[in-house]
């Protein structure tokens, strides 16, 4: 069945360093690449996202690489702040069907 | 600008009682999902409805668990039965469009289940 594995579980950067968490999923026909951060107790909040028709999708500090051929997509961080550390979820879906398919999160610690 | 809202937040049962969630969609959105999030685990996809309609429910399980999303009125999620492996937080997210082209879910803040 379809799979999407992230890696890896926990990343632990100095302020002002770059993140980076990687997700591969197994549908080839998967075609939209949610990522979400999620603070303690709080809800998945939609922070990126990219369509298999781009390669690279950038928002002020944080980015999003896709590679299809490899079925691998990248979640950069840049110049890490303390208010950066959550969960980060990377999620999969195709179109036509209605469920994301999430990896199992990255618990991302930003130290001052 | 409502997001969308699940109540109760936390709700606790004893084994055997029956637990019901509540989700109210983003104004506008009329397809909803249903996740279940374990503690330090990912979310896992249980059920997608439209107004009055099941579409997906491939990802709850056959018994005790069900899902509508009446004309009028908030999704409900039942547990009938409950035990303590149903503890968890249980997601909500609503889209616009719905599965025919991959549009964005919003989640909302979650029920905490707790099984006594």
């Known amino acids: 069945g379809e799979n999407v594995e992230q890696h890896p579980s926990t990343l632990s950067v100095q302020e002002g360093d770059s993140a980076v968490i990687k997700c591969t999923y197994s549908d080839s026909a998967s075609n939209y690449f949610p990522w979400y951060k999620q603070e303690l107790g709080k809800r998945p909040q939609l922070i990126i996202d990219i369509r298999s028709n781009v390669g690279e999708k950038k928002d002020q500090r944080i980015a999003v690489t896709l590679n299809k051929t490899a079925k691998h997509f990248s979640l950069h961080i840049t110049e890490t702040q303390p208010e950066d550390s959550a969960v980060y979820f990377c999620a999969a879906t195709t179109s036509g069907t209605y469920k994301y398919i999430f990896g199992t999160g990255t618990r991302l610690k930003v130290l001052a | 600008n409502a997001g969308v809202m699940q109540n109760p937040r936390h709700l606790v049962r004893r084994r055997g009682q029956e637990a019901r969630l509540r989700c109210s969609p983003m104004k506008g959105h009329s397809h909803v999902y249903w996740y279940r999030q374990l503690p330090e685990e990912g979310l896992k996809f249980m059920v997608y409805l439209q107004k009055e309609n099941i579409i997906d429910e491939s990802g709850m399980p056959k018994e005790r668990f069900s899902a509508e999303f009446p004309k009028e009125g908030p999704s409900i999620l039942r547990i009938q039965q409950v035990v303590r492996g149903d503890s968890a937080a249980y997601f909500c997210?609503?889209?616009?469009?719905?599965?025919?082209?991959?549009?964005?879910?919003?989640f909302g803040p979650g029920t905490r289940l707790t099984v006594l």
């Open positions: 997210a609503s889209s616009l469009l719905g599965g025919s082209g991959t549009d964005t879910q919003y």
